[in-house]
């Protein structure tokens, strides 16, 4: 494997991959706090259904995490998560609880990026898959171009069905780039 395919895909990088699923997965209680106060705010309007609303709940979320962080355990627990996953020297970490101001800023600031990075990580590993996959095999399965995935009438022209699986394998590749 090339220097390029390992960093993309070899063991460190899917280590890290997993580091930033952890804080997607850990932002999601706090996003769902923030869906219930943006929901009312919104009307009544269903904030799953609104990428609007999803993104203010997400923003919402976020600084319910930092207040969260200055918890004592928050700084062990990270510490460990990014010595395991992340490959960090033990010795570039500190493992104690976080006792004055700065270090509890500092947590809070690592914390709440974690997760807020690890949602972003997670929504793309969620969504672009999928995706991409439909766009390779657009060309191929004649189903899927006749409308009932409601694809815009860009794919009825031909230099769009050629290029849809490499705007696919491009679509895999940036995800894996971004999770590196």
């Not at 390029?4 to 804080?23: D, E, Q």
């Not at 919104?42 to 919402?60: P, T």
């Not at 191929?140 to 409308?147: C, S």
């Not at 694809?151 to 590749?173: K, N």
């Amino acid at each position: 494997m090339t220097a390029l395919g390992r960093s993309l895909f070899g063991r460190r990088a899917r280590l890290r991959w997993i580091h930033l699923i952890l804080g997607g997965a850990l932002a999601m209680p706090y996003v769902l706090v923030g869906s219930v106060v943006v929901g009312p705010l919104a009307g009544g309007e269903n904030v799953f259904g609104s990428l609007s609303l999803q993104l203010a709940s997400f923003a919402l979320g976020l600084p319910l995490a930092a207040v969260t962080s200055l918890f004592p355990l928050t700084r062990p627990l990270e510490s460990g998560v990014a010595r395991s996953l992340c490959g960090v020297e033990s010795e570039r970490l500190a493992y104690g609880p976080a006792r004055t101001k700065g270090e509890k800023g500092r947590t809070a600031a690592w914390f709440t990026l974690h997760l807020g990075a690890g949602g972003i990580v997670a929504g793309m590993s969620l969504a672009v898959p999928p995706f991409a996959v439909t766009l390779i095999v657009l060309p191929f399965v004649p189903v899927l171009r006749d409308g009932g995935l409601g694809l815009p009438g860009l794919f009825g022209h031909t230099w769009a069905l050629v290029l849809s699986p490499l705007a696919g394998a491009a679509m895999l590749v940036a995800l894996a780039g971004c999770a590196a």
